[in-house]
């Protein structure tokens, strides 16, 4: 079971992944929350049990929204790769290190 350290740990590692890219792609990514909510945007603060989150899109709103860390899904994450111009799934460093290969 994920618990909420656990999912921040995780969404830091995610914000800290998304530093390499730069000020042009900092922060946009896909993902979504356990209630079946789809966010794309931007990932802001990151608190203790929150983070800021701002959105994209033609309906985005110009506030922030703020989501509880608790509610996000991390393996639903996925980011946005200029040079391939597509979405990319994250794979977290951790799973690559323990996985099986199929032969």
Request: hydrophobic residues 35%; contains cysteine; charged residues 25%.
């Given at each position: ?12 590692q995610f914000d ?60 639903s994450f996925a ?25």
């Amino acid at each position: 079971m994920t618990t909420s350290a656990d999912k921040k740990a995780f969404l830091q590692q995610f914000d800290a992944f998304l530093e390499q890219f730069g000020s042009l792609h900092y922060g946009k990514c896909y993902f979504r929350l356990l209630d079946g909510r789809e966010c794309q945007g931007w990932i802001g603060t990151i608190g203790d049990t929150i983070f800021e989150y701002t959105d994209s899109g033609p309906l985005s709103r110009e506030e922030p929204y703020y989501l509880a860390i608790a509610d996000i899904d991390p393996g639903s994450f996925a980011y946005w790769d200029n040079d391939i111009s597509r979405w990319t799934e994250y794979a977290r460093p951790d799973k690559w290190f323990n996985r099986t290969l199929k032969q």
